[in-house]
């Protein structure tokens, strides 16, 4: 056996997951998608929320540490938040820019008042 080399453990491997359309946590993944998706200045091309990758830092972060980041209570709390919007904000929100959503939602009240 001299000589030999063992094979080497690969870096990674596939977790596959099966979530239901109706659950929360699908919820919560498509909202992160919308919520954090990120326009490249150069190109204008639009690129989701990477949930998948911030799932597993945290999945990683709890089991490391036994406690959760200090970014994950926002998140959720954007979250439970953005759940609270009608169907017609959420999707200005995800379609208008920061200060043209703001202004949507002043005029609004304004309406209201």
């Given at each position: ?5 063992i ?6 491997f596939?977790?596959?997951l099966k ?20 326009t490249n200045?150069?190109t204008?091309?639009?690129?989701k929320g990477?949930?998948?990758?911030f799932l ?5 972060a ?28 959420q ?6 820019s920061?200060s ?5 939602v002043?005029?609004m ?5």
């Amino acid at each position: 056996m001299i000589g030999q080399s063992i094979p080497a453990m690969p870096a990674s491997f596939l977790f596959p997951l099966k979530v239901q359309n109706q659950s929360k946590l699908s919820h919560f993944i498509n909202w992160y998608e919308t919520f954090y998706t990120s326009t490249n200045p150069d190109t204008g091309r639009k690129r989701k929320g990477n949930a998948k990758k911030f799932l597993l830092e945290e999945l990683e972060a709890l089991v490391s540490t036994g406690k959760v980041s200090s970014s994950l209570p926002k998140v959720i709390e954007d979250f439970k938040n953005a759940s609270l919007l009608s169907p017609e904000l959420q999707n200005a929100k995800q379609n208008l820019s920061d200060s043209d959503f703001a202004k949507l939602v002043e005029l609004m009240e304004k309406a209201g008042a």
